[in-house]
């Protein structure tokens, strides 16, 4: 457990009346979390609660680039502007996270069940993103959240709009591609990389590392490769990332369509 870190948090702790009966939840690179319920709703959102003013301002000017879309997915996490205020963003609420229903699903099959699921939502998220130009580039279990009974990707404090990000701030390592690693940059292809990542954790636990990058040629290798779906994973991924157009593949639903046939 870890209290709210200090920055405008602190502000908000001292203006909102809300504050006496809004419970720290998370935090995360670019701030920390609470519950909230405006004064004349019972409704129960998600306020996150920024350190600086540039984390907020990128923030906002992405939600608000995905919020312009003709058709936002039901797989991103909803963002309240309405309800906004000079240090905070609100978001609809998600009743887990990823992480820890991974922590809490023991059995093979639930585990199979859970990796089709989350795959076939947040490929639709992410397939999404791509067409708005948008890169997330902080993909991983603790940013993936259930609700109304479907996976949603958020927390898009890393996020960029564009190709590609050459910032390597707000990414977390263990999801890191070859191929940003290579190119120092992230683009949407990295994304894919890190939610092949999560899908493989789904099935093989949290804290273990499913690839080490060399540093002499900047290749990998899978460790523990012995399980058949981790193998098909990384083939996608590979083919995902390849400069030949014979061997790339665009969008989840080609890239994973193997795995669940």
């Known amino acids: 457990d870890r209290s709210p870190s200090r920055g405008l948090g ?5 203006q909102s009346p809300q504050s006496a009966e809004s419970t720290f939840i998370g935090f995360g690179t670019s701030g920390d979390v609470f519950t909230y319920s405006p004064p004349d709703s019972s409704t129960v959102y998600a306020k996150k609660v920024f350190r600086d003013k540039k984390s907020m301002e990128n923030e906002m000017v992405v939600m608000k680039h995905i919020s312009a879309a003709d058709y936002v997915s039901k797989n991103i996490i909803k963002h309240y ?63 993936i959240f259930f609700r109304d009974g479907k996976w949603k990707l958020g927390d898009f404090g890393s996020a960029t709009i564009g190709t590609k990000c050459e910032s390597f701030s707000g990414f977390t390592p263990l999801f890191m591609s070859p191929h940003a690693f290579e190119q ?15 899908l493989w954790m789904i099935l093989h636990g949290l804290k273990r590392n499913p690839m080490v990058h060399n540093e002499v ?3 990998f290798q899978i460790i523990g490769a012995c399980s058949k779906s981790m193998t098909v994973i990384s083939d996608a991924i590979k083919k995902s990332i390849s400069k030949s157009p014979y061997d790339s593949t665009h969008g989840f639903t080609e890239m994973f369509t193997k795995i669940f046939s």
Do not use: C
């Open 184 to 198: 120092q940059y992230f683009d949407n292809n990295s994304d894919r990389w890190a939610l092949g990542v999560t």
């Open 217 to 219: 040629e900047n290749q």
């Open 81 to 143: 502007p309405e309800h906004d205020d000079n240090v905070s963003m609100v978001y609809e609420l998600g009743s887990e996270t990823l992480e820890a229903r991974i922590k809490q699903t023991k059995s093979a099959d639930k585990k199979w069940n859970l990796m089709q699921k989350v795959h076939s939502d947040i490929s639709a998220a992410l397939d999404e993103l791509t067409m708005l130009g948008v890169v997330h580039k902080d993909i991983k279990p603790g940013n």
């Open 10 to 14: 602190d502000v908000y702790k001292r």
